[in-house]
């Protein structure tokens, strides 16, 4: 009877016993597994222009808008010299206003930005199929920055000196023109008024050009250091 009484009171406490509880998982581990579905469900990040952050004064726009009307009378020049003054001769000779119009911007805008500018525009200038060789972007630029530093040395600035620099610089790139091109075989000796007379055309050719150039140096006001 007793160890009936056991066995019952066994199986009683037995089915007392309390259910286990599921283990629940630490705060830490659950923040976790929350923090890696938010990384992998995270939108990309919006794309930031480069050009969002420039912002340009007023001042500049306009020193901008200088450079535009540069290139731009550079050009315009260029048009006019292959399609209307290559059609007219004098002696068999006729102007450059690709080569006044850069000589007379490099003059004004003096020697420290001059020289850029005539390194570029030389280079364009070749690049276009209007310039004889090669050779004429070193003539250029070395006639163009020692004519700024001719002006800027004996001179004031006036139209007077900025005009008979660059027109000197012209005549003499003709005449550099002329013996590169007897040197290399590509023109004959008794060419050389032609090449005179050239340079001539193109130093009075800057008279009415100056007045254009000038108005256009006046964009964003005088930045000249002397």
Known sequence: ???????????????KRPARRPTKKP?????????????EFK??????????GMRFTHLQWLQILRWLSYIGICVL??????????????????????????LLITVLEGSEVGSVFILIASTVFYFSGSAPGPYSVGLLT?????????????????????????GLAAIIYEIG?????????????Y????????GLLTAAAMFPLYYVIYRIGQIGGHTWKE
């Open 1 to 15: 009877m007793a160890n009936e009484r056991n066995s019952r009171s066994t199986r009683s406490s037995a089915g």
């Open 27 to 39: 705060k830490q581990k659950q923040k976790r597994v929350r923090r890696s579905l938010v990384s």
């Open 43 to 52: 939108p990309d990040a919006p794309l930031v222009s480069p050009l969002k």
């Open 77 to 102: 020049c260029l048009v006019i010299q292959d399609s209307i003054m290559s059609r007219v001769s004098i002696f068999g000779a006729t102007t450059d206003l690709a080569v006044a119009a850069m």
């Open 142 to 166: 070395i006639l163009g920055l020692g004519a700024s530093l001719f002006r800027q040395m004996v001179w004031h600035r006036s139209r007077g000196s900025i005009v008979l620099c660059a």
């Open 177 to 189: 023109l002329y013996f590169t091109g007897l040197f290399m075989g590509l023109t004959s000796w």
């Open 191 to 198: 060419r050389l008024p032609r090449f005179l007379i050239t």
